[in-house]
């Protein structure tokens, strides 16, 4: 923790006492509440979905935005944190406006398609690369792989091998990507926003279509989908299929109507563990506006045509795939909400929870405990304070209390140790709450990770 510790443990303390007043507990949308997400752009790798997103500053009140954000869920309820894999530091050439991309794997290796403002010129779409989907990612170019002054990169390899890129606000374009993913033949497209395609807009005649912002492009079957922020402002979301992937798109309506309190939205859809997921946002935590947006998602089914079902807005999230194991060493910043905290990178490598003050609490959802109670709990912990205690609860913040850890003073922030408390009654499949509490209203102790053991 640094020197804006303070200045967080404030703002996080009154996160907390909001969410509370609230009566949020249960609420698993926006998917990440330690801090103000946008921009979702899920992939399926390794039997998981790792949701890349945009980051809105605290206290925004312009697009404010400096690096991207890492989430990955095993069960579309429980998101572990993985910090920041790629800023705007990355890219020497970069002026401003870390904004909305998306990330494609392809011979081993993975591509960050993110629109950037150059230093001294326009918006530009500039590329990341990794060998690991976690990051760090690097410039694979050193320059920007295209300028026109215009946003929201989407990336689809079709099944024939060839890559796409498109992006635009307030056209529409796109480019074929060579195999390198880092270059690309021919000229850039402008897409023609007929009414027929993308629909019609009223009472905007510089922008007679829909079309707004935000593409997302991916195929189902043998149909393209073209999905996207469409009229503004405030955005809803709408989409276009096509028998290609350039086209030509038939406009097909609304997929989300205008809600919450953003003025503007990003769509994203996948398929995963045989359901599909719809990615958004909103300004659903307190706080949230317009700049400063939060991730949430929604399961849906298609019509038996292949058309997508209007959708809306929910606190609850998808239903949960499977359980969680307590049995094995799971990361604290691993969670399905949480109220108060924040995150931040962890001497003992990866990320820990930070900021904790007294009353915020972490959900976990779904442990499966089993038909008998586990005997103990173990925590790794720091703290450059007066420590607290760790409740571990089951079913809500106020639920049977099953274990209580004492975390003393370490010496160090990132000073840590390990601490084991015994447990007795926590059996069956609950949510686990574990609720931090402690005197004084600074910050009270760091969390790294926990296991259960019999």
């Not at 989409?239 to 997929?255: E, Q």
Request: hydrophobic share 35%; glycine share 12%.
């Amino acid at each position: 923790m640094g020197l804006s510790k303070t200045w967080l443990c404030h703002a996080s303390l009154l996160l907390g006492s909001l969410l509370s007043s609230l009566n949020v507990v249960r609420a698993d949308n926006p998917l990440v509440q330690t801090l103000y997400t946008a921009d979702p752009a899920p992939i399926v790798y390794n039997n998981t979905v790792y949701m890349f997103t945009g980051h809105d500053e605290d206290g925004s009140t312009t697009y404010n935005m400096k690096d991207w954000r890492l989430y990955s869920s095993s069960d579309m309820a429980n998101w572990r944190d993985h910090g920041s894999p790629m800023g705007l530091t990355t890219f020497s050439w970069a002026g401003a406006n870390a904004w909305a991309g998306q990330v494609v794997q392809r011979n081993g290796k993975f591509y960050y398609y993110v629109p950037i403002t150059r230093r001294g010129g326009s918006m530009s779409i500039g590329v990341g690369v990794s060998d690991n989907i976690e990051g760090p990612y690097r410039d694979a170019l050193g320059k920007p792989l295209l300028e026109n002054g215009q946003i929201d990169p989407t990336v689809w390899i079709d099944t024939d091998g060839q890559a796409y890129l498109y992006w635009g606000n307030p056209d529409l374009w796109y480019v074929k990507l060579n195999a390198d993913m880092i270059s690309y033949s021919g000229s850039i497209q402008k897409v023609q926003l007929t009414t027929a395609g993308f629909g019609q807009r009223n009472g905007n005649a510089q922008r007679p279509t829909t079309f707004e912002e935000g593409p997302w492009l991916y195929k189902r079957n043998s149909l393209y989908y073209m999905i996207y922020a469409a009229n503004c402002c405030s955005e809803d979301i709408r989409y276009s299929t096509g028998t290609s992937a350039t086209g030509p798109w038939t406009y097909r309506g609304l997929i989300m109507a205008t809600s919450g309190k953003s003025f503007t939205n990003h769509p994203a859809i996948i398929d995963y563990k045989e359901n599909t997921y719809f990615f958004y946002h909103n300004g659903a935590l307190p706080g949230g506006s317009g700049y400063q947006r939060s991730v949430a998602v929604e399961r849906f089914v298609y019509n038996s045509d292949g058309t997508i079902p209007t959708l809306t807005m929910s606190t609850n999230g998808p239903p949960q795939l499977g359980t969680f194991n307590p049995y094995v060493r799971q990361e604290a910043e691993t969670m399905a909400f949480s109220s108060g905290l924040k995150t931040e990178v962890c001497s003992e490598g990866g990320i820990n929870v930070g900021f904790i003050n007294n009353g915020d609490y972490i959900k976990v959802k779904g442990v499966a405990f089993g038909s008998t109670s586990p005997k103990t709990f173990t925590a790794r912990v720091s703290s450059a304070a007066n420590g607290g205690k760790i409740e571990v609860r089951l079913g809500s913040t106020s639920g049977t209390l099953v274990g209580t850890c004492t975390v003393a003073a370490t010496g160090g922030w990132q000073t840590w140790t390990t601490v084991t408390c015994p447990i007795s009654g926590a059996t069956g499949t609950q949510d686990l709450f574990f609720r931090f509490t402690g005197s004084g209203s600074d910050n009270l102790f760091n969390f790294n990770w926990w296991q259960f053991s019999t």
